[in-house]
């Protein structure tokens, strides 16, 4: 059963402590991004917390600056007016300006953040730093009225929020006393634990499953999915409304037989929606910032006619089902 968001009266010496510090909205976390006027993570006009630190893998990841716990330096040389302002701040000499652009030396590169705060155009930023729940919640409340004219709220995703449940707790309490609404969004690999604990105080659970095979959820996200799954019953009982989401991703699980697998585990845990949400190549430009390789940089999205009839089948589940989150 959910709390009313004070301690309970009936919890161990522990779990007490717990609680209490987790209401302290002193307490920091790792974020990487506040994005407002979302309106595919959770019901109205959202607006996204995205927490740092992801363990999987996935070769789609739309936000690859989200997998590190640790700030991390993006450069987009499309942004960069060559001036060479970031290389003269720079304290330990790790970058320089070339005819590409500026090229960066990461084994001499500390993340000071020196380069970003410099840049004119922000072609250098940093992704990723410490704030308070506090800090957050400002944020947030920001955009209350949107929230009271859509019926939407406040939404944990990233990354992976139960990778920082203490955040995540100060923020939902700190939500539900200032009467928003609050979503989190997981892919389940957390410590059973922090699922119960986190989830339990949210208003709504977003809950990916992208795959019901254990090889080919290794084979694109680099994990096992029995936690994943076993997981997902634990959320489904905590008397918490809650929708699976599947990211569609071609050559991986876009095919009516793997989506109707997830679909009958959504029945199987007494769930009544899904969501599909389609590949798309928005976070390519991304990894090219983080000087990495774009795994999926050549795969088209899933057509309107293959998306049609992935809803057609999951809908003779019995299932209701939206095409986008």
Not at 6 to 21: F, G, I
Not at 114 to 135: K, N
Request: proline share 6%; glycine share 10%.
């Amino acid at each position: 059963m959910r709390s009313s968001g004070a301690p309970s009266t009936v919890v161990s010496a522990d779990e007490a402590v717990v609680q209490t510090e987790t209401h302290d909205e002193a307490v920091t976390g790792a974020v990487f991004d506040i994005q407002r006027f979302s309106v595919h993570d959770g019901p109205g006009i959202r607006t996204l917390v995205f927490f740092k630190t992801c363990l999987l893998r996935c070769h789609w990841c739309s936000n690859p600056e989200s997998q590190s716990a640790e700030p991390e330096l993006l450069y987009t040389a499309a942004r960069c007016l060559r001036c060479g302002r970031c290389v003269s701040v720079c304290p330990t000499a790790a970058l320089r300006l070339t005819e590409e652009g500026v090229g960066i030396d990461a084994t001499m590169c500390t993340v000071c953040g020196e380069c970003a705060s410099t840049c004119p155009s922000r072609a250098m930023r940093i992704a990723g730093q410490r704030m308070s729940a506090q800090e957050v919640l400002a944020e947030v409340e920001r955009d209350r009225p949107f929230y009271q004219h859509s019926g939407g709220g406040m939404t944990l995703s990233g990354g992976e929020p139960l990778l920082q449940p203490e955040f995540a707790l100060a923020l939902l309490w700190g939500a539900r006393a200032r009467g928003i609404h609050s979503a989190v969004e997981t892919a389940g690999w957390a410590d059973p634990l922090n699922v119960r604990r986190v989830l339990s105080e949210t208003d709504l659970i977003l809950y990916d499953v992208k795959h019901m095979d254990a090889q080919r959820h290794v084979a694109g996200t680099g994990v096992p999915n029995e936690r994943i799954l076993g997981n997902a019953r634990l959320a489904s009982q905590l008397g918490v409304p809650m929708i699976i989401r599947t990211p569609v991703i071609p050559g991986f699980n876009a095919t009516v037989d793997d989506i109707m697998a997830i679909g009958r585990f959504a029945l199987e845990l007494g769930l009544g929606e899904m969501h599909l949400l389609p590949f798309h190549r928005y976070g390519v430009p991304k990894y090219a910032s983080l000087r990495r390789a774009p795994e999926l940089a050549e795969v088209a999205p899933p057509s309107q006619e293959g998306m049609a009839a992935l809803r057609r089948a999951l809908e003779a589940l019995g299932l209701t089902v939206r095409i986008g989150g």
